[in-house]
């Protein structure tokens, strides 16, 4: 990774450094970031794609599975060249395409309790773009105990939620607080009950926002509240939650 900027990263990275709230500090703030994606569907596609773009420094991906031709109409790192290919491998060489001095690690595996530490630690910022509610639990838990920032997504239909927990901070709600007992998988099924491709494109890329603002210390983050969004009706609102006394995240 280059963490320098030279004429080349000042020009490839104009239109933001030019941005007051961001500039040369900004930029050098991204550059020296690293990011953990988990999950290169439908979220995670546009959320790798737009954090290297941004020049976030290093960025890990983790995933198990295989471009399928159903992925294709949302997963917009893919494309029909890529069927029965690991989506890791061809991340590989999509991100070197877009921005050769992303140091891009991939993680070809299911994110799971046994590998979960060794993953963790060397990200400073943890996107969950899972389509489970184990692993969701399973991220969070592990976010809370590592004190990481976490943004967590999820998406059905025409529906979107997004979360952002800062778990450097007190008192903070986790996803727990949220759902208290843990929702079955049941519940959420893109493959049982459809998804609108943009829709994941939408909420990714509000989690790739978040995650900037997080890097930058940037305006107002979603700590504390659920943005709930359905773009059928074209609305958006955010709901605050607050951390409950008996939630398990306490032991922690």
């Known amino acids: ?102 140091n891009l690690k991939t993680f070809k595996t299911r994110i799971e309790e046994k590998n979960i530490v060794k993953i963790f630690k060397n990200y400073e910022i943890i996107v969950d773009g899972s389509d489970n509610f184990n692993t969701k639990f ?25 979360f952002t927990f800062d778990f ?3 008192n903070i709600p986790c996803l727990k607080c949220f759902y208290q007992n843990q929702p079955s998988d049941d519940i959420i099924s893109c493959e049982r009950d459809g998804i609108m491709g943009p829709v994941a494109g939408v909420v990714g890329n509000i989690q790739a926002n978040e995650v900037l603002k997080k890097i930058l210390n940037l305006g107002k983050d979603l700590s504390g509240q659920i943005l709930i969004l359905n773009l059928k009706k074209l609305e958006f609102r955010a709901v605050k939650f607050k951390k409950k006394k008996k939630c398990l995240c306490s032991d922690f």
């Not at 949302?74 to 690991?86: A, C, V």
């Not at 399973?138 to 997004?162: E, P, R, T």
């Open 168 to 170: 450097q901070k007190k």
């Open 138 to 162: 399973l991220i969070n838990k592990y976010s809370l105990i590592f004190k990481k920032q976490l943004i967590l997504g999820a998406i059905s239909k025409f529906d979107g939620h997004v």
């Open 1 to 102: 990774m280059k963490n320098a900027l030279n004429s080349s990263s000042i020009e490839r990275y104009s239109r933001q450094i030019i941005l007051k709230d961001l500039g040369p500090t900004g930029q050098k703030k991204i550059i020296k970031s690293s990011v953990l994606i988990i999950g290169a569907g439908g979220l995670g596609c546009p959320v790798i794609d737009y954090l290297s773009r941004a020049g976030v420094g290093r960025i890990g991906v983790v995933d198990f599975d295989k471009v399928s031709l159903s992925n294709i109409h949302r997963q917009s790192l893919f494309s029909s060249k890529d069927l029965n290919k690991y989506k890791v491998d061809v991340l590989k060489k999509k991100i070197k395409e877009i921005n050769p001095s992303i």
